[in-house]
């Protein structure tokens, strides 16, 4: 491939200038006028496009006619000039050819389409200014936490895809079976299907990769996982997807105080990455999709984040004088309402609640003294709600296994995880970062369905 990457020429085109290079790309417009015509052509490789200037009377209508429609794909050799604006660049053509055609019903014709719209051509959708800006930022958002983890020895590890646990015990796994609709007619009951089905046990997606990542950290101290989870929510937010990715360290020998600090670190690294590599996709965004964008991600990196203990979320809540739809009191869960007026309206930058009531968290959270709470937090930032989810774990064999009887769990499915208890246990902590939901907070797109390539969502699998 002899092609040069359109944002070499934009960002770098004083040294290309007089050079003769060869660019390829889909054309996102076609202008003509009498004498010229103006292609702008876009390769993926930066968000603006690279103007193409033909001067008409060196080409036959017989070339140019199929090049200068929206959406084909062409090849052109030409000279690097700069353009009329300061420090921009353009190519002067001194050859252009069709790649692929593309016809009138192309369905990217107009300028501005609905979020909604494109969501039925996620094929397609990724042409836009939209989805090229956000992939990007999804791209080095991600390099960016690997990075952070990398440059503090933690050991990156891959946890298992396929699970016989559930590890947040909400009972939102898929199920994975080789058994189809016949044999659970044959089965005489449900063990009988089982122990006929491929792993002749219940087996799932997971949830979470952090039941085998304590496992990991048990040996190798401090590590990641960074992966897809998946849950069978049937809630239909702008939040929740089938489907998404997840970050998950788990440190050994870290109390909730040491993982809150990682967690704060780990957001103004990852947010500082974005303003520093990113500017011209968060420039875009903050005129398509959220004003002040920048200011806000600014104000994160430099703010301290507030630590909020639950119960003083609740009377905050309570005497806020604000009609919420759902309840507040102790020991319930704070709906996102709730979370959106402590960060929003009180804080207006990143919050951790910490201590939440036991009754509404998972098994292996760490029981606190006072025999109600545990040690756990969510991460709440404005406009998104919880984007982490942390805990320190239980460490203690006897309290973690009247924990999970105390669920009904069947303790034959986590033998491994409680020996973890008995042999050398530890204190240590982790957290789950929801890839798309920081995202979401970075870019200021409001649905989670337009922060993925392809949107997982109950009924919805395009
Ligand atoms: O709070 P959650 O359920 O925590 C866990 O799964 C822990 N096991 C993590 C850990 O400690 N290793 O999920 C963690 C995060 C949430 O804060 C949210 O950002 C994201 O995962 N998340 C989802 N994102 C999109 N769609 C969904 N359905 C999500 N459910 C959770
Ligand atoms: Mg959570």
Known sequence: MKNLDISQILKDGKSYEGKTVTVAGWVRTARNSKSMAFLAINDGTSLKHLQVVIDKSKFDDETLAPVMK????ITADGVVVKAMKEGEYELNAESVSLLGDCPADYPLQKKYHTMEFLRTIPQLRVRTNTFNAMLRVRSKLSFAIHRFFQEREFCYIHTPIITGSDCEGAGEIFRVTTNGYADAKTAKDEAEYIANDFFKRKAGLTVSGQLEGEVAAMAMGKIYTFGPTFRAENSNTPRHAAEFWQVEPEVAFAKLDDIIGIATDMIKYIIKAVLDECDEELAFFEKAFEEGLREKLQHVVDSDFVVLDYGEAIKILENSGVKFQYPVAWGLD?????????????????????????????????????????????????????????????????????????????????EGYLDLRKYGSVPHSGFGLGLERILMYVTGIGNIRDVQLYARTAGDLM
């Open 70 to 73: 929206n959406g084909v794909a």
């Open 334 to 414: 704070l709906q996102s309402e709730h979370e959106r007026y402590i960060t929003e309206k009180v804080f207006n930058k990143p919050v951790f609640v910490t201590n939440y009531p036991k009754k509404i968290k998972s098994f292996y959270m760490k029981q606190n003294d006072d025999g109600l709470t545990v040690a756990a937090t969510d991460l709440l930032v404005p406009g998104v709600g919880e984007i982490i989810g942390c805990s320190e774990r239980e460490a203690d064999y006897d309290k973690l296994k009247s924990a999970m009887e105390e669920r009904g769990m069947n303790l034959a499915d986590y």
